[in-house]
């Protein structure tokens, strides 16, 4: 039997105040329609608001957060709250311009006429979050699809619900607040909501859950986003030096003890320098500071936050040892503990689980490879594609590979950064989903656009109405020979064709 940690937190079940999901739904379309009329800037001012209050009460947030899921009190600043104020703050400068209607040329064909674009709402929107970023997660999807203009149903996860937290933090923005719905629950709950046919799904978590959440959505047509796992690969070229890239491959790999979407899980070293690149290593992750209950902020890496995670660790780290891996540091963890202490394997082969299947664990395999093309080959060579990362001092080539990496993301020269600009959007080649968190694109994600043509009001009719006649079948037929043939006189030609057709177009009868 495998004991859990004490401090992991007891499964959710649903919690919607004794409400029905049909009511909350309700309630979220309610608010969704007694808002429409609010303008960018009112919704802008809610998310000043909210950021206002992260910052406030961040030390509260790094504690919640902390004691639910385990990590360590700077992994938790970082990532839950700069992660997450960026973002707010990026809102305020950037949706604007990203949100506002927008002029499309109109082509000559159809000279007379405007084109507009508008970026409008679903309406109520599901977001349904994963446990390894309770708070960022939550408040970036949030934020995003409210600024949109939806309202928002969210579900975090049954292991990481921080009961209250998101609530609390956004009644500082009291319309924000009344158009955000959290209900607390499981995979079923999530399951539910979905049969409450939302305007949108947007889902971070796992492929085998996004493969559920997508099928059951085929069913209503309901539009999905998915940001899934990753296998993302660092490649570092003899040339990069080895304090900077070891220093980078280690955070990289065990920040948030390695339950991080885009957590280093595959390293791959250029021959020439791969033993001094691996002692290196090694002597580097000896000094990290690894414990539970972080009070001052000197730990490094916390504790694991669920034991089935844990339990994977074990199963990738058992497996790459029987198939001739070497356990270069660390050991193969306790089931008992979730305080798992990072790993470095060498002598990794591709047909290794540690290799092939996402870990989302501190755990790190080490491959070399001899030349650019078969970096680039092994780094591809996976079903994920969510980010990457380059070292190396040579910029074409740094270029070349970052061009070549199937992946979202590339971080060059660093590590997990692609997704620390919010300016840049962050989500998955292949397996890792598709849609875009942040970013023009992941704020355009909670919108549907409508396609506005403008036209004259009067008598004209125009030229393709009825009736078809074989002089006006004729015209056209001029008319686009003009349009699509180069000629020196082209222009002129177009402008004669096109007056004849109008004209003919005149007379209906
Ligand atoms: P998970 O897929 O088990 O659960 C995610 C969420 O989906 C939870 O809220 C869960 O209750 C819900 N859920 C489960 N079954 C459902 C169903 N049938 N219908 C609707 N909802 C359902 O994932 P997890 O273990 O919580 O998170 C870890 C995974 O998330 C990893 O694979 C990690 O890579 C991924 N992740 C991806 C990103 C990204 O942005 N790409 C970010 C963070 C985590």
């Given amino acids: 039997?495998?004991?859990?940690?004490?401090?992991?937190?007891?499964?959710?079940?649903?919690?919607?105040?004794?409400?029905?999901?049909?009511?909350?739904?309700n309630e979220a379309q309610a608010a969704y329609v007694q808002q429409r009329g609010l303008t960018l800037d009112e919704r802008l001012g809610q998310i000043r608001a909210v950021k206002k209050a992260i910052l406030a009460r961040r030390e509260s947030i790094v504690e919640r957060v902390m004691a639910e899921v385990g990590k360590s009190r700077t992994d938790a600043l970082i990532a839950e709250i700069i992660g997450a104020v960026d973002w707010l703050e990026w809102l305020e400068r950037r949706a604007r311009k990203v949100l506002a209607d927008e002029k499309v040329p109109t082509p000559i064909t159809l000279l007379g006429k405007k084109s507009r674009l508008y970026h409008e709402p679903f309406g109520v929107v599901l977001i349904i979050c994963p446990w390894n970023y309770p708070f960022h997660n939550a408040i970036t999807g949030?934020?995003?699809?409210?600024v949109a203009g939806n309202a928002v149903i969210y579900k975090p996860s049954e292991h990481a619900p921080c009961q209250g937290l998101v609530e609390d933090i956004i009644a500082a923005a009291p319309l924000l607040h009344a158009a955000v719905k959290v209900v607390y629950g499981d995979g079923k709950t999530g399951s539910e909501l979905i049969e409450q046919r939302p305007g949108k799904i947007f889902f971070t978590g796992s492929c085998a859950t996004g493969e559920k959440i997508m099928q059951q959505a085929a069913r209503h047509l309901i539009p999905v986003e998915l940001e899934l796992g990753g296998k993302d690969p660092m490649i570092v070229f003899a040339d990069a030096g080895l304090k900077r890239p070891v220093a980078g491959a280690l955070w990289g790999a065990f920040t948030n003890a390695g339950q991080s979407c885009s957590a280093v899980e595959r390293l791959l070293v250029e021959d020439s320098v791969h033993d001094a690149f691996v002692a290196k290593l090694v002597e580097e992750a000896g000094k990290l500071k690894v414990a539970e209950g972080d009070s001052k902020g000197d730990v490094d890496i916390g504790r694991m936050t669920v034991g089935f995670q844990r339990d994977k660790v074990v199963e990738h780290v058992k497996d790459a040892l029987a198939k001739g891996a070497k356990l270069v540091f660390g050991q193969i963890p306790a089931t008992f503990d979730l305080l798992v202490k990072p790993i470095i394997l060498t002598n990794v082969t591709p047909d290794m689980l540690v290799w092939r299947d996402e870990t989302f664990g501190p755990v790190l395999p080490v491959m070399r490879f001899g030349d650019e093309g078969e970096a680039v080959k092994l780094a591809n060579d996976s079903d994920y594609g969510l980010c990457a990362s380059v070292f190396t001092a040579d910029k074409s080539r740094a270029d070349r590979v970052t061009r070549a990496l199937e992946v979202g993301g590339v971080s060059v020269n660093n590590v997990n950064m692609s997704e620390g600009n919010p300016g840049l959007p962050f989500g998955g080649y292949k397996r890792s989903g598709f849609g875009k968190l942040r970013g023009p694109e992941g704020l355009l994600g909670f919108t549907r656009s409508k396609s506005v043509l403008i036209d004259v009001t009067g008598d004209k009719i125009e030229a393709n109405w009825y009736p078809y006649t074989s002089g006006k079948y004729e015209r056209?037929?001029?008319?686009?020979?003009a349009l699509y043939t180069s000629h020196w006189a082209r222009l002129v030609r177009i402008a004669w064709t096109g007056l004849r057709l109008e004209a003919f177009s005149q007379k209906p009868r």
């Avoid at 056209?476 to 020979?481: A, L, S």
């Fill in 1 to 25: 039997m495998l004991f859990d940690h004490p401090y992991q937190v007891k499964k959710w079940t649903k919690s919607i105040g004794g409400r029905s999901l049909k009511q909350v739904f």
């Fill in 476 to 481: 056209f037929q001029r008319f686009i020979h």
């Fill in 142 to 146: 949030i934020a995003a699809a409210y």
